[in-house]
């Protein structure tokens, strides 16, 4: 008698995006952070793992962010038929997942999820290693309605790459190193996302905003603007700006998330019409030790 052959763990690759699409699409147990147009990239570039059995793709693991030090886990899918053995999953993929982005330069994984009370994944990750680190706010923007232009003596112009350090040392100066971006990412964001625009004053590059778009939902992904020139009406130009840019792509929606004790950007959301909306998002975070 034969035996059966156990699964088979190895990294993904361009050419497992047939299977990755198709588990995408046929299975309720998905966790993911990109948008489908996003996938070919990541399979191409990002660190991934899979389980199959045979050829068929039975789980995976990808990361959607790598900025060393940082990376983040970006999706994970089972297939229905294996859905009541998603943790034993977990086990499978995490540990090739972490060798391969510790590889890459990460030092610390991170996970984020949209509801800190039912959130599936939440206590598996707390059981390994990971730990709650922060918590989010979750604004939601259902009109074009924009209550100011902000300061219009402040240019609002597409990102070019000269444009790259001052908009890291932007970057630098506003977010904590797990939020942070690295040169390769705002690269590969210039080229990919349909929206990434900086904010300039008397020809100094002062902040900057990238959005993007998904099944006619808006996403404001992130803005930002140098501390040291708070209160200026410098966001608000910039969101002014992303609310025509949402308006021209037709969104029935624009959402956005940002940390609960970031009172400053609250006030802004707020300014420009944003609703609060549940559940409670989180990050996890678990330090990549030797």
């Known amino acids: 008698m034969q035996r059966e052959r156990g699964p088979t763990v190895r990294a993904l690759s361009a050419s497992d995006l047939p299977a990755v699409r198709r588990l995408l699409n046929n299975s309720e147990f998905i966790y993911s952070r990109f948008g489908s147009e996003e996938l070919p990239r990541l399979l191409e570039h990002k660190p991934g793992v899979g389980v199959f059995s045979g050829q068929s793709l039975r789980a995976f693991m990808l990361t959607n962010i790598l900025a060393p030090p940082v990376a983040w886990i970006g999706g994970y ?57 922060t918590t989010l706010r979750s604004y939601d923007k259902e009109d074009y309605s924009i209550p100011t232009a902000g300061n219009q003596d402040v240019v609002v112009r597409p990102f070019a790459r000269a444009d790259l350090d001052a908009v890291l040392e932007v970057e630098a100066a506003c977010f904590a190193p797990y939020w942070r971006f690295d040169a ?76 609960e004790a970031n009172h400053h950007a609250h006030r802004l959301y707020e300014w420009f019409g944003f609703r609060r909306v549940v559940p409670q998002g989180f990050v996890l975070e678990r330090p990549l030790l030797e």
């Open 184 to 259: 390769a990412n705002f690269l590969e964001l210039a080229e990919h996302y349909p929206y990434f625009v900086v904010a300039e004053l008397a020809g100094r590059v002062i902040g900057y905003q990238f959005n993007t778009v998904d099944h006619e939902m808006g996403f404001l992904v992130r803005i930002a603007v140098h501390p040291s020139l708070n209160s200026r009406g410098i966001g608000a130009r910039l969101m002014a700006e992303a609310i025509h840019f949402f308006q021209s792509e037709h969104v029935w929606k624009i959402a956005l998330n940002t940390e």
């Open 77 to 133: 899918g089972v297939t229905w038929s294996e859905s009541r053995n998603y943790v034993r999953y977990i086990d499978l993929l995490l540990p090739p997942f972490i060798a391969a982005v510790r590889r890459a330069g990460a030092t610390a994984l991170y996970y984020t999820g949209n509801d800190l009370e039912f959130d599936w994944l939440k206590a598996p990750l707390l059981e390994r290693q990971f730990q709650l680190l």
